[in-house]
C-alpha cells in the first residue's frame, strides 16, 4: 500500500511490483540503473508517481511514449608519439584532421591515436597510428 506524506504518494519496491506485475529484482534493477528515478530511504526504495509517470513518458492524452533522442557522440583525437624518441602530441577534432596529421608524419609506426569522448574526456580506443590511417582512409 503506497505511503501518503502530505500530498506527496510514495510507492516502495512491493508496491509497484504487485500494481505492474514486475519482479521486484527487475525493478531494483531499473532505479539502481537510474532507468526509473526513485530514492531510498534506509533498506528500502521509493518511487514517486511522478517519477512513473515520467518513466513511461505518457502525456496527458494517454499517447504513446515519446521516442527518445539518441545523443550523437562527439570524439576528440589525439596524435601522441608511442616512445621517447618522438614527444609530439596534437589534438584534432575530426577524423579527415586527424589523418592529415599522421600523413605528415615522417615514420607513421611512431605514432598512435587516443580517441577520447569529447563530453568526458573518457578514452575510448588507443590505435596504432597505421591501423587508423588504415580504418578510416577509405571513409573520408
Not at 108 to 135: A, C, M, P, Y
Request: with cysteine; charged share 30%; glycine share 6%.
Amino acid at each position: 500500500m503506497p505511503k501518503k506524506i502530505g500530498s506527496l504518494t510514495l510507492y516502495s519496491v512491493d508496491d509497484l511490483h504487485e500494481m505492474l506485475g514486475v519482479s521486484k529484482m527487475t525493478i531494483r534493477a531499473y532505479l539502481r540503473e537510474g532507468r526509473l528515478k526513485g530514492r531510498k530511504l534506509g533498506v528500502q526504495w521509493y518511487v514517486t508517481e511522478e517519477a512513473i509517470k515520467s518513466y513511461f513518458d505518457v502525456d496527458s492524452e494517454g499517447s504513446d511514449p515519446k521516442p527518445e533522442k539518441k545523443k550523437k557522440r562527439s570524439y576528440t583525437y589525439v596524435v601522441q608519439g608511442v616512445n621517447d624518441l618522438v614527444s609530439e602530441t596534437e589534438e584534432c577534432a575530426t577524423i579527415s584532421e586527424t589523418l592529415e596529421c599522421l600523413n605528415s608524419q615522417a615514420i607513421i609506426s611512431l605514432f598512435q591515436v587516443e580517441i577520447r569522448d569529447e563530453s568526458t574526456n573518457e578514452i575510448i580506443e588507443i590505435v596504432k597510428g597505421r591501423d587508423f590511417i588504415e580504418r578510416h582512409s577509405n571513409n573520408s
